[in-house]
């Protein structure tokens, strides 16, 4: 319930319209509940005593009640959809804006799929909840309880009958609700079972074929398909069965109104008006109860993903901006220095990923990081731009420690080309344009040049108005990876970061990048990640990392001579051979 | 007042299935009849069980027929008549008829729910199998996650309409009918102003349901981009950090949002018109039976007790009226995944085995490729008169950039596609002769990305043999050098491995594919080497356990290692789908062709 009102602030501006639409509930409720009488009414006032103009008013009357109620419900249900969906687009909202706060570490830990979920299913949880709560919710109690206290107006002999009835429909609905509940679980599990071996047998369809494995495989979907349907029949014979037995209930019920009702009526203590009136009030009091069973899943479902909501929201950046934050001085050189950095992904408890590295990326030169997967190549980098705060030591940027400048003057000093390439829709040129939103057309070109993406931008259908489709799923890999070098070489960075970034593109054209990079991006210091020696030859400086240590630093030709691990690399690589054949 | 005396069986389920988020969708088969024809189909081998229902439907409903015309009688004749034991008697008989009409309707669900759920389980295993005998091709061409999330959705929507509504469908129109036959065999007049109130609930439910049908197909289309934008935006989180980008996306998201919004009311508030407004025209029928009866009574036309049946007649047509139109939309879903469905089922299979193809057993393993050539598309020709022998035993290692046709020679020889000219030979019989399984049989692969089912460790590696006892899996194990790391495993071998749940490191998951392989105790060995470089230990142990398993085996290999390579007995360097080197590794150095080529820029003109 704690979890319940940190959201019930969302709810807050509406308060107005939701209070409107309770009232407009009550009021549907309230005509609902007088049709009944107003039948029993028209029958022994009317009918009985012959009364034309007894007949006449009140069907005017219960034309004009049950227009009222028609009117006051969609009332009831517009403004509840509407406060329903005002808390749902807050929530979305609220929940977007603060993700976008968060930092590198916080995202890792929640993974995208989870905010997707946080994004889209549970806010639909949390609005259902509000949206069933103003309808159905307070429905339901209040006419049940209305129905009962007419139907103890009507007669109260009669209604202390139907009580028995009443709890054993109370008592059906909870036995099923427990007995479902387990099975309608296993169904889930059976059918995920089902789903995940249909799921292998097509993702590994080449493996089935060349084990020859259709036949077991078909046997296994067999047993699955079994046990799901199995399941299955079980859940809807339950399922099909609650609904006769309610069912019965009432007609029990029906039968002993007329029975005992009707000896009274012949006895002349009850008209035959009450007894059409009781048997409708009747009918009434069993479907609110299956309705509160389905309100009672939309809470428990709504609470919990208020509270995983509340996770994100409550959620603190990992990093997070000093107050007295600094700018970093104009022009910056790009100098790097790393102070025995240390870092752990998840505080302490962790093994740590990098530990005590000691080293710099001189202003204007190429640094290479090299080292096996693993090995932290990747977090050394993410340290520069503060994706992730380092657990000791210090990064320092031109000698002033990065934790103490202000994000968005580091970040516009340094621009990353990410390992796997995100691109996002919208054309060719959007997508080199997004490092920077001001960069002009020829500074664009100039970029796709030098990443060597023009000419392949220049054989598509329109050029850099080419449109991208969902994640760049019409670019191949190594087409992505030199639109994102061209977005960052657009900045202008005076920090070049490239996170293993030509990996998907072939030597020959890799070179000719780091040539272009060389030329167009003179000045900038350039670190770069790599796992293939031949991207790495020409550093100026070539770090080997292993195990989160720093194994080797300096220039090629040294590290062949100085650093076995370094060899290893390159013998299993390249060198070996070349040894061999030349 | 139309109450529904009880819940649909819909109510029941949406209470209990935590579904979330599930917009509600509207899609249309493109030939509703046909799906619908196919689909019945399945229900045809429950023909006996089937009447079965039918007849007891058929009881359910005109029993619910008789309650109320018992009440009436009884208000009539027993309390009108002050007659007490009639009155008991009347009772009775409504007990009797009602505690039948709900145990008929009981019993016809239980039988109604084993011949659905048979029904789709033999619709399962029909496309299953399909699946089983599909070519290469199509799977190149249907992305796994499509395919699949497309073949749970569709099967999803068969099965909720199946079991759900088959018996509702029925049971409502047969209540619909009866109901209006008793009303006229009643009293004419009365039924005659019952039918005014049809056409005008009909003409609302499709008047709601156009415009319900409209807004939700919008709201679907604004929520789809909403969904796009966030998706985007979160998975490319890192690199919008990284540009400073972050307050775009916000309005971008922003603006989705406030579409997403509007539509939503709009699709909402018109579908939640159809409830409150059938209610008024269900009271509005009990209003026009209880005037146009209460005057015809006056006039002594009618009795009483016949108003008070045509009122519960009237509450119980109009639920079944509601149901339909609810029905509607999850029967055209219902039919369009059965459509989609038996477009797969329909999908032509892998060439079947020529009829006089041969049973082979253990191959020697020489490999013969005689002038072969190829295409995925006949028009575009990837492999070009290729001819290659590779002796039984020796390793032959392809080399070449991307794209030059590595992968799809390795395809021919397993025959996930079939050659378009030429011919392969393996000990002298062309493929195209030897039965499918056999020649599988004696091929293993080991690629690049490893698949591991979710299963134990000891099920993966059994995967290569299925009659391996365990003892062989662990010896497989020992010869691939994975035996120490499966130990190590708190579980060991029967350490279970959740889908593509990082339990494994790249290097491990090699190994035991490498395991499996070892199992299949393969005469030819087709091996994809993998480019991403693993730890230096694990690369290591992964060499010799490949050394291990291509020893006496005939291996065609796609190599990327310089070892690999070098150790090769023949190097072939393919481009553009044709052999343009061939030899050792010091023989096509000395040649300065294109692998001298290839092989020096890597290096880029840095002198060693």
């Not at chain 1, 069933?132 to 209305?146: D, E, H, K, Q």
């Not at chain 2, 008789?66 to 009775?92: C, E, F, H, W």
């Not at chain 2, 609930?201 to 156009?210: E, G, I, P, R, T």
Request: with cysteine.
């Amino acid at each position: 319930m704690h979890e319940f009102k940190k959201i019930l602030k969302y709810a807050k501006p509406y308060w107005k319209l939701a209070l409107f639409s309770l009232i407009m509930l009550i009021a549907m409720v309230g005509f609902d509940l007088a049709v009944p009488r107003l039948v029993g009414h028209l029958i022994d006032k009317g009918i009985r005593q012959k009364d034309l103009q007894v007949v006449i008013s009140t069907s005017v009357i219960m034309l004009g009640v049950s227009l009222l109620s028609a009117l006051v419900a969609v009332l009831n249900s517009i403004s509840s959809i509407r406060v329903g969906e005002s808390i749902a687009r807050d929530l979305r909202e609220a929940v977007f804006v603060k993700i976008q706060h968060l930092s590198y570490g916080n995202i890792d830990k929640f993974s995208t799929a989870k905010l997707m979920v946080r994004l889209t299913s549970d806010t639909a949880a949390v609005q259902r909840l509000f949206q069933m709560s103003l309808r159905i919710g307070t429905r339901a109690p209040l006419s049940m309880i209305g129905s009962i206290v007419l139907m103890f107006v009507t007669s109260k002999t009669l209604a202390l009958t139907m009580m028995p009835i009443l709890v054993a429909g109370g008592i059906v609905i909870v036995y099923f609700s427990v007995r479902l509940e387990p099975i309608f679980r296993t169904v889930q599990q059976r059918l995920d079972r089902l789903n995940t071996v249909l799921q292998e047998n097509i993702a590994g369809a080449h493996l089935v074929k060349a084990y020859v494995r259709g036949p077991y495989e078909s046997s296994r979907f067999e047993q699955a398909n079994k046990n799901l349907a199995d399941e299955n029949i079980k859940v809807m014979q339950l399922m099909s069965s609650m609904s006769p037995i309610l069912t019965m209930l009432i007609n029990i019920g029906i039968v002993l109104v007329i029975w005992l009702g009707g000896g009274q009526a012949i006895h002349g203590t009850l008209s035959l008006g009450q007894i059409v009136a009781f048997t409708n009030y009747l009918m009434a009091t069993l479907q609110p109860l299956t309705m509160m069973t389905q309100l009672s899943n939309n809470w428990a479902n709504g609470l919990a993903s208020a509270k995983r909501i509340n996770e994100v929201l409550d959620a603190e950046p990992e990093v997070a901006e000093a107050p007295d934050a600094v700018s970093l001085p104009e022009p910056s050189r790009g100098q790097i220095e790393f102070e025995g950095v240390s870092f752990h992904y998840n505080g302490a408890t962790d093994l740590a990923v990098l530990e005590d590295i000691c080293t710099r990326a001189e202003p204007g030169k190429t640094t290479a990081i090299l080292g096996a997967t693993g090995s932290g190549k990747s977090s050394l980098i993410n340290l520069i731009p503060r994706f992730y705060d380092v657990s000791s030591g210090k990064v320092r940027i031109d000698e002033q420690d990065v934790r103490r400048v202000r994000s968005d003057s580091l970040l516009e000093h340094i621009a990353v080309v990410p390992q796997d390439s995100v691109l996002f829709t919208g054309t060719v040129r959007d997508n080199i344009r997004y490092g920077r939103p001001d960069a002009t057309d020829d500074e664009i070109i100039e970029a796709a040049k030098a990443a060597q993406a023009h000419d392949f931008i220049m054989r598509m259908p329109k050029g850099y108005d080419t449109h991208i489709e969902e994640r760049g799923v019409n670019l191949s890999g190594g087409q992505k990876q030199r639109l994102a070098i061209a977005r960052a070489l657009v900045c202008k960075p005076s920090i070049l970061i490239l996170d293993d970034a030509t990996s998907s593109v072939d030597v020959e054209t890799e070179t000719l990048i780091q040539n272009a990079i060389a030329v167009a991006a003179r000045g900038t210091t350039v670190i770069m990640v790599a796992q293939r020696i031949s991207t790495v030859l020409n550093a100026d400086k070539i770090i080997v990392l292993d195990q989160g240590r720093i194994a080797a630093e300096g220039k090629h030709r040294v590290l062949l001579k100085s650093s076995p691990i370094y060899k290893e690399i390159y013998d299993s690589q390249l060198g070996a051979g070349v040894r061999h054949g030349l | 007042m139309a109450y529904e005396t009880t819940p649909s069986i819909q109510d029941v389920r949406a209470s209990f299935q935590r579904r979330q988020g599930r917009p509600t969708k509207f899609e249309k088969a493109a030939d509703p009849r046909k799906a619908m024809i196919r689909l019945l189909k399945y229900l045809e081998p429950f023909k006996a069980p089937l009447i079965l229902v039918v007849g007891f439907v058929v009881l359910y409903s005109l029993l619910g027929l008789a309650g109320p015309y018992l009440m009436g009688r009884a208000i009539d004749k027993s309390i009108g008549g002050k007659n007490l034991s009639s009155l008991l008697v009347t009772a009775l008989l409504m007990l009797a008829a009602y505690m039948l009409s709900n145990f008929f309707n009981i019993i016809a669900n239980l039988i109604m729910a084993k011949i659905s759920q048979n029904a789709l389980k033999n619709l399962r295993s029909d496309l299953f199998a399909h699946i089983q005998t599909l070519s290469m091709r199509f799977f190149d061409t249907h992305p796994a996650g499509g395919l699949m999330s497309r073949l749970t959705n569709d099967i999803d929507a068969i099965n909720q309409t199946v079991s759900q509504n088959v018996i509702s469908l029925i049971a409502s129109i047969l209540t619909m009918v009866g109901i209006l036959v008793s009303m006229f065999i009643l009293n004419h007049w009365l039924a005659l102003a019952s039918l005014v109130v049809i056409p005008i609930m009909y003409w609302f439910s499709n008047f709601v349901a156009k415009y319900t049908r409209k807004g939700f197909r919008e709201l679907q289309k604004d929520l789809g981009e909403l969904n796009a934008v966030a998706e985007e935006t979160i998975s490319g989180f890192k690199v919008i950090k990284a540009f400073r980008r972050n307050e775009s996306a916000i309005e971008t998201f922003r603006q989705k949002n406030k579409a997403v919004f509007k539509s939503a009311v709009y699709a909402n508030s018109y579908s939640m018109l159809l409830m409150p407004l059938t209610g008024v025209l269900g009271s509005f029928f009990v209003i026009v039976l209880a005037s146009l009866g209460g005057w015809l009574a006056l006039k002594g036309l009618v009795s009483i007790g016949m108003i008070a049946t045509f009122i519960n007649y009237a509450q119980n047509f109009t639920s079944p009226l509601r149901q339909l139109s609810n029905l509607y939309n999850s029967i055209q879903a219902a039919l369009a995944g059965a459509e989609r469905v038996f477009e797969i089922i329909d999908t032509k299979p892998e060439t079947p085995d020529l009829p006089d193809a041969v049973s082979a057993g253990r191959f020697k393993g020489e490999v013969r490729l005689r002038n072969v050539v190829f295409g995925y598309n006949p028009e575009r020709i990837v492999i070009r008169n290729f001819s290659l022998e590779i002796p039984a035993g020796k390793t032959i290692a392809l080399v070449g950039p991307t794209g030059a046709g590595k992968t799809t020679i390795t395809s021919l020889l397993t025959r996930f596609y079939d050659i378009q000219e030429g011919q392969i030979l393996i000990d002298g019989i062309d493929i195209r002769a030897i039965r499918k399984a056999d020649l599988r049989r004696n091929l293993a692969l080991v690629l690049q990305d490893t698949f591991l089912f979710a299963d134990t460790i000891l099920e993966n590696i059994r995967f290569g043999r299925l009659d391996a006892t365990d003892e062989e899996c662990f010896e497989a194990a020992r010869m691939a050098e994975a035996d120490h790391f499966i130990r190590q495993l708190p579980q060991g071998y029967h350490t279970n491995l959740s889908e593509r749940a990082g339990n494994l490191s790249q290097g491990q998951r090699q190994l035991l594919s490498i395991a499996r392989a070892i199992l299949a105790n393969p005469s030819i060995l087709i091996l994809d080497e993998a480019t991403s470089s693993v730890d230096t230990r694990t690369e290591l142990r992964i060499q010799k356990a490949l050394l291990r398993l291509m020893e006496g085996r005939t291996s065609i290999v796609i190599a990327h290692r310089l070892s690999t390579i070098r150790d090769a007995d023949s190097i072939v360097v393919i481009n553009n789908g044709e052999i343009v080197e061939q030899g050792n590794h010091e023989e096509l150095l000395e040649r300065r062709g294109f692998y001298h080529h290839l092989y020096m820029s890597q290096f880029k003109g840095n002198e060693i």
